[in-house]
């Protein structure tokens, strides 16, 4: 067995011994156990199991049953007892010299000084009393749980325990050590060994800043009554010691004091290690700064500046209180959850991405909008603005990319606006697509054969009808055709009747594309028969052959408007294509076969439209 346990447990260590004996017990859990076991058969304590009442345990008349010690300290030691009267476990702490008046009287003063702090913080004390022999008992609360040193370190623990990530967690204990200190010092008090292992976490995470035997009021209390730190100069834990804590120190001890020893504790939390680990004495001085860490990551660089801080040998550059303190820690706590908040919406944008990429719409579009949420919350929770901008830029030009590409620039255009922000580049590529959409959108609607459908036909067959009438009169009345110029004048006739029928339809020819151009697509086939027939009249050609000469030209005319217009002139053209076979079989026969093609062509037309007004009516309900 190591042979500083038997005098750990006698109290016989001392000064830097004693403290480096402390931190290997911090480290070592079968060094503790062995403490443990050889404080447990210490003389001078009765060991019982909970509940058991012996004939001769010492102080039964005060309703007290000594059974083991729980701990011990430089001055005094701390044991289990049953307090009879309310059946339960407390906490008494004696001195660890029976009949030493000087360690009675600090441990009196300890006991004034812990149970004058009333805070959740600072473990309760229920009253004060005496054994048999006359030696001071003070009796406090029985915290169930272990030193914080035994937890700081152990991540799997914590998470099992209290579903906290490590260093948060904490950050919080020393969070709750900053409230009982900022009250301590409220009242004039300082603790003066502000470390881990004077930090108790209970079963249910309750944390407790205990022994407060270095602690003590700033000025003299004139009762005598209550401590004051000037009467024991250069006490502390020299790893984490404040210059002003040691001997001829240039400031006087304050409530910086304690700031500069939490700032320790947060070093101690980061690095692994005191500020000051190679003190070894009080002669060492306290002027120094501590060394600069070898590993912190980034994501703890803010805590860092804040220990940094806390740290600063000249009290005025500290903290200013425990409670500025405190609050750089929450600040710091908010600032990191914010970050997880950031990160986790960077993650989501990648996966939306790769859902995006993958063609699973409906996921990328899921996560891009949890995206979103879970940046907003990032940047109401202080998140690095910068980040959270280009996140959000990223986003939005994610989601913008996405609409154009599924042809929505009206979305596209919708997301930009939302975000707040210009985006220039963005924006000229939404305008682009938007004004290309409304050409579309645009010429849809003119090229739309639903537009005026109803007219239209009335329209085309009123056109049939006018063109009946003029063939059939070539047919009864050949006489008024046999003239050299007949032909030319009575296309031209028909051009102009034509023309004015395009008036009284002007509703019709002036709705959409398709019907000014269906129109000029008559205009143009009327005035290129009269332009044929003109010129078969100048060269004196028989009319057999410019007939054969007109069919073509209404085919390819009707041809061009299939291709441009609307597929249904293709029936026309095909029904041409019949008459051209036809003429050249019987052209004896062509201007009438002339006529009957390009009646049927215009009968056609009109037919293909008459039904598709039928069938558009039925599937529209109308």
Known sequence: MDDRVKRFARGQLAGAELEAFERDLDRDPQLR????????????????????????????????????????????????????????????????EPGNASLTQRLLKEARLTGALEHPVIVPVHYLTTDEAGDVQVVLKRVEGEPWSALKDDAEAVRARFGAELFDWNVRVLIAVCGALGFAHERGVIHRDVKT?????????????????????????????????????????????????????????????????????????????PPFPGRSSVADGGAMEPPPPRHVSASLEPFLSIARRALEPEPARRFPTAADFRLALEQGL????????????????????????????????????????????????????????????????????????????????????????????????????????????????????????????????????QSTVFYTARLVFPQLYTGRWALVVSSAIFLAAFLGLMFVFRDVVRISRLNRHMAQLIIVLTAGQVATRAATAALDLPRNVGAAVELPVLLTTLLAGAVTLHWSYGVGAFVCVLGQVAALVWPGSAQLIFFLSALGAIISVGIVWAGWLRHHERSSGG
Do not use: C, I
């Not at 304590?45 to 729980?70: I, S, W």
């Not at 899921?366 to 280009?390: H, I, K, P, Q, Y």
């Open 197 to 273: 292992s004077n930090v108790m976490v209970g079963r249910h995470g309750e944390v407790y800043l205990v022994d407060w035997g270095l602690g003590g009021l700033l000025t003299p209390d004139e009762t005598g009554l209550l401590p004051w730190v000037g009467e024991a100069m250069g006490a502390g834990t020299l790893a984490f010691m404040a210059p002003e804590q040691f001997p001829g120190a240039r400031h006087p001890l304050s409530a910086a004091t304690d700031v500069y020893l939490l700032g320790g504790v947060l070093f101690e939390l980061l690095t692994g290690t």
């Open 334 to 465: 908010k600032r990191r959850d914010a970050e997880r908040l950031a990160d986790r919406a960077e993650q989501l944008l990648a996966s939306a991405d790769g859902y995006r990429d993958a063609g699973a719409r409906s996921e990328a579009s899921r996560a891009a909008t949890e995206a979103a949420f879970t940046l907003r919350l990032a940047r109401e929770s202080g998140a690095d603005a910068a980040r959270v901008d280009r996140l959000e830029e990223r986003h939005v030009r994610s989601q913008v990319e996405a609409a154009l590409a599924d042809g929505r620039p009206a979305v596209a255009a919708q997301v930009l606006s939302s975000h707040g922000r210009p985006v220039p580049a963005l924006a000229l590529k939404v305008k682009a697509a938007t004004e290309e959409a409304s050409r579309r959108e645009q010429l849809g609607r003119e090229l739309d054969p639903a537009l005026g459908r109803r007219r239209r036909v009335w329209f085309v067959f009123t056109f049939a009808v």
């Open 33 to 96: 156990r062995a403490v443990a076991a050889q404080a447990s058969t210490e003389e001078g304590v009765t060991l019982l199991p909970p509940g058991a009442v012996p004939h001769e345990a010492p102080n039964v008349e005060r309703g007290l049953v000594l059974q083991r010690v729980l701990g011990r300290g430089g001055m005094a030691r701390v044991l289990l007892a049953r307090q009879l009267d309310l059946g339960r476990d407390v906490a008494v702490k004696v001195v660890k």
